[in-house]
């Protein structure tokens, strides 16, 4: 396409060199130009054609050449115009108007979005002048870019662009939940003098108050709950609740005065909208909910215009909270364990190879995701990734267990995928179809592959606890409760002599969360997210901890394993 274009443009230098000696150049220039500037760019590039071969009598050629090339721009001819321009610069490389030509062509560049070539093509233009309009039109184009390591790559390149670097300080910060995007973000805003608060979303100053109002979102369902002892549909709930419940009781014995408050959302959409236009609401040190991902929306909204500080205690999705500065998530994020996962792998795999294996799910996807691309930064080689349907599980056997020899008993002694060629798996799922099809076929071919998966496995009983004792399986477990400690120890005498059951996950969890944010209140104040940032790892006081130091979620995470008949925490990253 450039080649015909070339030889376009050359065509017309030559037909018009016959013609040459009988024009007046300066009257036919003057003709061009005024056409030019009545916007007839038709008829001013035929008048400029005759105007561009060179003679030594003809004092217009790279005029000529330029404003023909600018008449085809303004009839939508870039490439030709693009072309003219560029044999401008080969045929008179020292015209002094070249940074002009420089300018159109890096115009043309930047809206065929050749950003690259564009960037580099203004970085030359030395005349000054030029240089405001040149910032308005990069900062039109470079704002139309969104990927990061587009914009990483333009930063490399044009490591001192101020327009670059605002506007990937811009995308990083739509979720610096990375610690290496929290890092580079407080880098470019260090460098190119930024206002932070343009880029990174902090609450008001803290204060202290003699006793805090946090109050609790949840479908507590109270109009359908039954006066009996009987487990209830939303027995998660009451737990979860319950939990929070004792840690207030633990916290006024240490001084912490909590009005803990519960609103019933009934699983209502409508209904959470009229209990959070109450002033009573309003005026909530602390909010903890919701309980299912529907209801989030209207609760973060509700957070950010009130400016409440508000904790999600059960989802892993960080997208939920959006730019909310007060929003945060009680667990880590699918990312952060993924990129955990991948980290952990990495570390203590023998081998530096790997498989993923992951159902259809969003959640899934993005845990796989954020897996493959930790674990290859520190040198894993990704054999291969499986996404898988429920209906699709039974091909993990075929692909971990289909033999290739036998021995004398019939019994397979080497596979398809060779054995001790893998230094291990992430099950990116809690679908007991596909990591019980996983265990099994790591048991079949007895090469002992380190599996890496979810604490949830241990909640479906879907696997015989002495597999878990046998075979290398690794989980990521933030709520891991250690029963030997103190705090656990008391919880669980406490809530056995209350309600006369054992605690349960969720009774756990609702526990932990509340004496976490009530010492937070306790030392920080109302708004205490950023000297909870600070602090860095924040010991747990029935589980392993805290961490809000890279953003908005958990980015603590334990990795357990049975050893010895007793569940323990092996890592923490």
């Known amino acids: 396409m450039m080649r015909t274009l070339k030889l376009a443009y050359l065509m017309i230098i030559f037909c018009a060199v016959p013609a040459c000696a009988q024009i007046d150049y300066h009257k036919h220039y003057l003709n061009a130009k005024t056409l030019y500037r009545e916007g007839k760019y038709n008829l001013a590039m035929e008048t400029f054609k005759p105007l561009i071969a060179y003679d030594k009598n003809n004092p217009y050629s790279q005029y000529a050449s330029f404003y023909y090339a600018l008449a085809a721009y303004n009839q939508g001819f870039k490439p030709l115009a693009k072309t003219s321009l560029n044999e401008i610069k080969k045929l008179s490389p020292a015209w002094d108007k070249m940074d002009e030509v ?39 184009s470079i704002s139309e870019v969104t990927d990061l390591e587009t914009l990483r790559m333009m930063r490399e390149e044009n490591p001192r662009d101020a327009v670059v670097g605002k506007q990937l ?35 008001p100053k803290s204060f202290f108050k003699d006793i805090y109002s946090v109050s609790v979102m949840m479908p507590f369902m109270v109009n359908t709950l039954e006066p009996s002892t009987a487990s209830k549909r939303n027995q998660n709930v009451l737990d979860f ?33 009229s209990v959070l236009n109450t002033d009573e609401l309003k005026n909530t040190d602390l909010l903890v909910g919701p309980f299912f991902q529907e209801e989030v929306k209207p609760i973060v909204d509700f957070s950010l215009t009130n400016g409440v500080n508000l904790f999600n205690p059960l989802h892993n999705n960080l997208e939920l909270l959006g730019s909310n500065p007060y929003a945060f998530l009680y667990q880590p994020s699918l990312e952060t364990m993924g990129r955990k996962a991948g980290e952990f792998l990495s570390a203590n795999a023998k081998k530096k190879t790997c498989l993923i294996f992951y159902g259809t799910t969003r959640r899934d996807s993005t845990l796989a995701a954020s897996f493959a691309a930790a674990a290859q930064a520190k040198g894993m080689k990704i054999m291969a990734t499986h996404r898988l349907s429920r209906e699709q599980s039974g091909n993990i056997l075929s692909i971990l267990t289909t033999a290739t020899e036998f021995d004398d008993f019939k019994n397979p002694k080497q596979f398809a995928l060779k054995k001790d060629s ?23 071919r007895g090469d002992q592959i380190p599996v890496v998966g979810s604490e949830s496995w241990l909640e479906q009983h879907t696997i015989d606890l002495e597999k878990f004792q046998n ?16 705090y656990a120890r008391a919880f669980n005498r406490k809530y056995v002599k209350t309600h006369g059951r054992v ?29 909870m940032a600070k602090a860095g790892a924040i010991p747990g006081y029935i589980t392993e901890g805290h961490n809000y130091q890279a953003g908005r979620s958990n980015d603590l995470v334990p990795f357990i394993r049975f050893e010895a008949g007793n569940m323990k925490v092996i890592d923490k990253k």
């Open 471 to 486: 075979l290398p399986i690794t989980l990521i477990a933030p709520n891991y409760v250690d029963a030997g400690r103190p």
């Open 422 to 444: 893998v230094g291990g798996i992430y099950v990116a799922s809690d679908d007991a179809l596909i990591y019980a099809k996983v265990i099994s076929g790591i048991e079949t």
């Open 102 to 140: 420089n300018f159109w062509i890096g115009k043309i560049n930047m809206e065929d979005r050749d950003y690259f070539q564009g960037l580099k093509v203004w970085s030359t233009i030395q005349d000054k002048s030029l240089q405001p309009l040149i910032e308005q039109l990069k900062t039109k």
């Open 169 to 203: 300080a811009t995308q990083l910060a739509k979720n610096s939940s990375n610690p290496t995007d929290k890092a580079q973000l407080d880098e470019l805003i260090r460098t190119f003098n930024l206002n932070r608060a343009d880029f990174v979303a902090e609450a």
């Open 503 to 531: 605690p349960t996950n969720y009774a756990s969890t609702g526990y932990e969360l509340m004496l976490f944010l009530g010492n937070q209140l306790k030392k920080n104040g109302v708004y205490f997210q950023e000297a």
């Open 241 to 273: 609740y319950e939990g929070m419940k004792l840690a207030v009781d633990t916290l006024a014995k240490q001084g912490v005065k909590i009005s803990l408050r519960a609103y019933d959302s009934e699983r209502n959409v409508n209904k959470i909208k």
